[in-house]
């Protein structure tokens, strides 16, 4: 390889976009930086109470411009840009878009800027339950079962539901949309300067995990599934896609107009995209039947294993199993878990209620606000400390981790959560303990899972701000577990795992596993589990389940 081989890996989180310069020989990092969404930030086009959540485009693209331009500045300008060889992103997901038949997102047309349903519909917004609740049952109409390769159950997350919801709701966008498309797939088409959708290449990720796109159909179900369950959808599948592609595909080249905007040369390479937690798991340099869990504000579990031993197994319950989805050449599986940052992220919120009240509507909010930022920083740390005092015991409060519904096992969004075994001698660091000792439960439940459906999980990595931030909760979770957990050194695995893509569709590595044995930067700390809390633990995970029934099926 010649000296000088840098690579750039892009990825779009829920509350920003981080794009790393990484030296393709070592993947060391060279320069990273980080743009908040200023649209999402100010809450724009969103509205909890309803669940819904949109990103407004130009947040990606000027996010896309600032933090590309930025890390090439920090790493010493046009020389470091004239070795640029290519350029991969990801994405969450399931994140789509109405675009017209340019592939242009309609909330960059006149007249759509401000509509929120012309805007990406983001991965946790739940407007659609009644579609996914409708799809499910539909799906049990035909001889096919269309729904196999998802786990059995739709999600209100997930790319069909989305779309129909919005087609029902706004007759403005219905009749403008020509197309859909996930936005992993829409910033390599940006980049390299599409003006077709129907050129688009789409990531076989996004199409398996979130589309029902799968090769042994062929491709997505036919016409008469979507047109028989809502005629609004009659036409969109031969407008979508037929084809799919690995994220070790090259899209094609950089634009001219991207090529000057970034200050990179035509010739750089632009990989196919896929979601962040599925280039995350590569970056933090996934095992075959290693459960690489990306922690963040929600969680996203990712399992590899070889095509031979699972491509006639199907996995009840999960988020998907789709050949090529992680490593090309491998089943990839994932699940996860709706709300595990934002757990913790409500309760912190929820606490800091009054000063931000009185921040805004007193005289004395500016004095305030210094002071509400400061707090908000600390208090996290401070709840983990003092929870960490509390011993585990079958008395302790309790909690549901389903603030956001259920991703898996069996995905149901409407499930609300709930914390119990309340007194007055509760406090808000006991109660921070129970929401943390559920996501962990929730965890196992995903665990659990696999190992029922004959996948077993031999063990645990963990990735993302959570798992490298929080040494409490990765220890409850390894004691929980009863199996070590390995942190991964990289504290941006997905965008790492982004580069390493970026290295084979550039062809500077015959293939994905080469790249990222080549650039993974290793491990640097490891949670083993206390035995003396296995007993205790078993018992609370009981309780959790109980109370998960009852939830479930009772109210």
């Not at 990801?90 to 017209?100: I, L």
């Not at 403008?176 to 829409?186: G, L, N, P, Q, R």
């Not at 909010?365 to 401070?382: E, N, V, Y």
Request: hydrophobic residues 40%; proline residues 5%.
């Amino acid at each position: 390889m010649d000296r000088d081989k840098f690579v750039i890996g892009v990825d779009f989180g829920t509350d920003s976009v981080r794009s790393i310069l990484a030296d393709a020989r070592s993947g060391a990092e060279i320069a990273s930086a980080v743009f908040y969404y200023p649209r999402w930030r100010d809450g724009l086009f969103c509205n909890p109470s309803e669940n819904q959540f949109r990103q407004h485009p130009l947040d990606y693209t000027e996010g896309l411009e600032y933090t590309i331009k930025e890390c090439l500045r920090l790493a010493g300008g046009a020389r470091t840009a004239a070795s640029v060889k290519g350029i991969s992103a990801d994405t969450t997901g399931s994140t789509p878009v109405a675009v017209d038949v340019s592939g242009t997102p309609l909330s960059m047309l006149p007249g759509f800027e401000t509509n929120p349903n012309a805007m990406f519909v983001l991965w946790k917004d739940h407007t659609s339950l009644k579609e996914a609740a409708e799809l499910n049952l539909h799906a049990r109409n035909f001889d096919t079962n269309y729904l196999q390769f998802v786990g059995g159950v739709y999600s209100s997350e997930w790319f069909w539901a989305k779309l129909l919801h919005i087609l029902r709701v706004d007759a403005q966008v219905r009749k403008a949309s020509f197309s859909w498309v996930e936005h992993c797939d829409w910033i390599p088409f940006l980049l390299t300067g599409g003006t077709r959708v129907s050129a688009m290449k789409r990531g076989v990720c996004a199409a398996g995990h979130k589309a029902l796109w799968a090769k042994s159909f062929p491709g997505l179900p036919p016409e008469t599934f979507f047109s028989s369950w809502d005629p609004l959808l009659a036409g969109f599948r031969e407008r979508l896609f037929t084809e799919t592609y690995s994220a070790d595909t090259p899209a094609g080249f950089l634009s001219p107009a991207w090529a000057e905007k970034l200050g990179l040369s035509p010739a750089v390479t632009v990989g196919v995209g896929a979601f962040d937690a599925h280039m995350g798991a590569v970056g933090g340099q996934i095992e075959p039947y290693h459960l690489s869990k990306v922690m963040g504000t929600s969680t996203c579990d990712m399992l590899v294993a070889p095509l031979d031993k699972t491509e006639h197994m199907l996995i009840r319950g999960i988020c998907g199993q789709v050949p090529g989805s992680i490593i090309p050449g491998m089943m990839g599986m994932e699940a996860g878990q709706s709300a595990f940052g934002d757990t913790y992220a409500w309760f912190r919120d929820l606490l800091l209620w009054p000063l931000r009240h009185f921040t805004e509507h007193n005289q004395e909010g500016t004095a305030l606000s210094g002071l509400t930022k400061r707090i908000s920083d600390l208090i996290l740390p401070a709840l983990a400390e003092e929870a960490a005092k509390i011993p585990p015991d079958i008395k302790n409060e309790w909690a549901m981790d389903w603030l956001n519904g259920r991703r898996t096992p069996d995905a149901n969004q409407s499930l609300k959560a709930a914390i119990g075994g309340l007194s007055l001698g509760s406090h808000a660091p006991a109660m921070f303990r129970a929401l943390a000792e559920a996501t962990c439960f929730g965890a196992k439940m995903i665990v659990d899972r696999f190992n029922e459906q004959g996948i077993a999980v031999q063990g645990l990595i963990g990735l993302g701000g959570v798992a490298r931030k929080s040494s409490f909760i990765m220890q409850m979770m390894a004691d929980i577990m009863e199996m070590p957990i390995r942190i991964h050194r990289s504290e941006q695995t997905c965008a790492a795992g982004a580069a390493m893509f970026a290295t084979v569709a550039a062809g500077i590595y015959q293939d994905i596993e080469t790249a990222m044995n080549t650039m993974g930067q290793g491990f640097d700390m490891e949670y083993t589990p206390d035995p003396a809390l296995s007993g205790i633990y078993r018992s609370r995970y009981d309780i959790y389940q109980k109370w998960g029934n009852f939830i479930e099926q009772d109210t």
